[in-house]
């Protein structure tokens, strides 16, 4: 079992940058493809970026391309999300998540292929 706990979030004006942080718990971090998404009020949760087991393979959804990066620190048990260039549009809790793949390179993308899931921390960017 993986315990994730989100870090990082606050209020940022338009343009500027945020890094959230993900730490789990337990020594099989680096086993799990991890994932960021996000759920504004009275929306869907969508999914944001994804991260691979093996191999750095990710993929991000569309409107936070070229703007968010994600990567992980398996010595630390650490998954990062850096957002760049914030827009208001990108206000919203955002969680961190944590899935088994057989496929060492696959990225998961839906909510439902990911077992494990952080508390979210709030992200606020002001126009």
């Known amino acids: 079992q993986v315990q994730l706990v989100e870090s990082g979030g606050g209020l940022v004006q338009a343009g500027g940058s945020l890094r959230l942080s993900c730490t789990a718990s337990g020594r099989t971090f680096s086993t799990y493809a991890m994932g960021w998404f996000r759920q504004a009020p009275g929306n869907e949760r969508e999914f944001v970026a994804g991260?691979?087991?093996?191999?750095?393979?990710?993929y991000y959804a569309d409107f936070v391309k070229g703007r968010f990066t994600i990567n992980r620190d398996n010595a630390k048990n650490t998954l990062y999300l850096q957002m760049n260039s914030l827009k208001p549009e990108d206000t919203a809790v955002y969680y961190c998540?944590?899935?088994?793949?057989?496929?060492?390179?696959?990225?998961?993308?839906?909510?439902?292929?990911?077992?494990?899931w952080g508390q979210g921390t709030q992200v606020t960017v002001s126009s």
């Open positions: 991260l691979s087991w093996i191999g750095g393979n990710t």
């Open positions: 998540a944590a899935g088994r793949s057989l496929d060492t390179w696959l990225v998961l993308t839906t909510a439902a292929e990911y077992n494990y």
